[in-house]
């Protein structure tokens, strides 16, 4: 199996086997708080800031402090499994950011149901978050007061309406599940993929 793997993941394998499983590092490379650090990944070469401004910013990270309730709000909600089986979905997390990509709202649900799969792999949710989890009814109603009149950003929207048994407006709906760039990118790359035999 390992002459199937990329020559730099066979090498660091070898270089983790061969420095015990409690010791994961082999060079030296630089902490961020100054001090020296082994690791097997090796030493970082140093950047120099000669072109910092061609470094593009990431979009993961906030681009102002602003914390306000915005125009545009992006919900996202996590789910975990009721009923006898588990497989009938219920909230279980709510977040709402906004246009900036700070968080303005961001709540666990104690469903109305008892939970029999937290789906921790996939929501993140363990048994211990919905222990102090505000009731369902609070948390819908302020969801619903915060996107009232705002454009609504997500991926597969109609899945956290249905969690929140809320609706609204199609024309301030902005769903990236529907967009349709992202529909002919994704066929693409599905035509362009190669069976791993």
Known sequence: MASNLNPNWAQLLETL????????FSKHS??????????????????????????????????????SLTDVVAMDCE???VSSLGNKSALGRVTLVNKWGNVIYDEY?????????????????????????????????????????????GHALHNDFKALLLSHLKKDIRDTSEYTPFLKAKSLTEESRIPIS
């Open 79 to 81: 789910m975990v499994g």
């Open 109 to 153: 649900v104690r469903p109305l149901e008892h939970v029999v799969d937290f789906r921790t792999k996939i929501s993140g949710i363990r048994p211990r978050d919905l222990r102090k989890a505000k009731n369902f009814n609070v948390v819908q109603k302020k969801v619903a007061e915060l996107i009232k009149g705002r454009i609504l950003v």
């Open 17 to 24: 086997k061969s420095n015990g499983s409690n010791k994961h």
């Open 30 to 67: 630089q902490r961020s708080d100054g001090a020296t650090e082994k690791t097997a990944l090796g030493k970082r070469k140093e950047r120099s800031n000669e072109n910092s401004e061609a470094v593009k910013p990431n979009p993961l990270v906030p681009t102002s402090s602003d914390c």
